[in-house]
């Protein structure tokens, strides 16, 4: 079982719509949650952090986190086509590692 | 900001040669960097953890005689792919980490990568 596992897409959308990305993990030992976004032929950038359940927003960017659930969210409220990208969520533990899912590839149509 | 800039960004060399990626955190010092790889579509698996002044540490799975990291100063690291093959055509990324930051998570900032065809 992977320890992060994460939907790889394409997921399309039309623009201005609601996006919904989300991740899962194996191990509750993880304490820290992020999100990074990777353009084509790019590195990562990171979006969001995280570190406890519940939401943070910024923007038109909404962090959640459930760790009962082991299930963290990155929602994109009125997507734009400079949103099109994959989104990699990213969980750190406490050996200083970064554990990346596999991304989800996002297309927004305007 | 933090900024890590990593060359060259994209390089085509023959089977059996030596290609040797840098990575530079400009503005910052960097006690760690990490040099990830990444097949299309997939995710960045981990190949190795380099400190400033030490031997690497890598992944399990990770040949070291193959990819050799140098992490000479506290700016720079190199990963130098040796006798390149085919197979080794990937996109890599590094990442360091602030010195100030310690173990703190949000320390990481990654390079725009190199993506490396062996022919």
């Known amino acids: 079982q992977k320890e992060v596992e994460q939907d790889p897409g394409p997921l399309s959308v039309p623009e201005g719509a609601i996006v919904s990305l989300n991740c899962t993990y194996s191990n509750s030992a993880f304490q820290y949650f992020m999100w990074y976004r990777q353009y084509s032929r790019k590195g990562p950038e990171l979006l969001m952090y995280t570190y406890s359940s519940g939401n943070k927003e910024d923007g038109r960017f909404t962090a959640q986190v459930d760790k009962s659930s082991k299930y963290i969210s990155l929602f994109i409220r009125d997507s734009q086509p400079s949103d099109s990208a994959t989104y990699l969520c990213?969980?750190?533990?406490?050996?200083?590692?970064?554990?990346f899912g596999q991304g989800t590839e996002l297309s927004v149509k305007p | 900001g933090a900024v890590v800039s990593q060359h060259p960004s994209w390089v085509i060399c023959k089977s059996g040669t030596s290609v040797k990626i840098e990575c530079r955190s400009l503005d910052f010092q960097a006690t760690t960097m990490f040099w990830y790889r990444q097949f299309p579509k997939q995710s960045l698996m981990l190949m190795a953890t380099s400190n400033e002044g030490s031997k690497a540490t890598y992944e399990q799975g990770v040949e070291k005689d193959k990819f050799l990291i140098n992490h000479a100063s506290l700016t720079l690291s190199t990963l130098t792919v040796t006798s390149a093959h085919p197979e080794d055509s990937s996109f890599y990324i590094c990442?360091?980490?602030?010195?100030?930051?310690?173990?703190?998570?949000?320390?990481?900032?990654f390079g725009s990568g190199t993506r490396l065809t062996v022919v």
């Open positions: 990213a969980l750190y533990n406490q050996g200083g590692k970064l554990i």
């Open positions: 990442s360091a980490r602030e010195s100030r930051t310690g173990t703190l998570y949000y320390g990481y900032t």
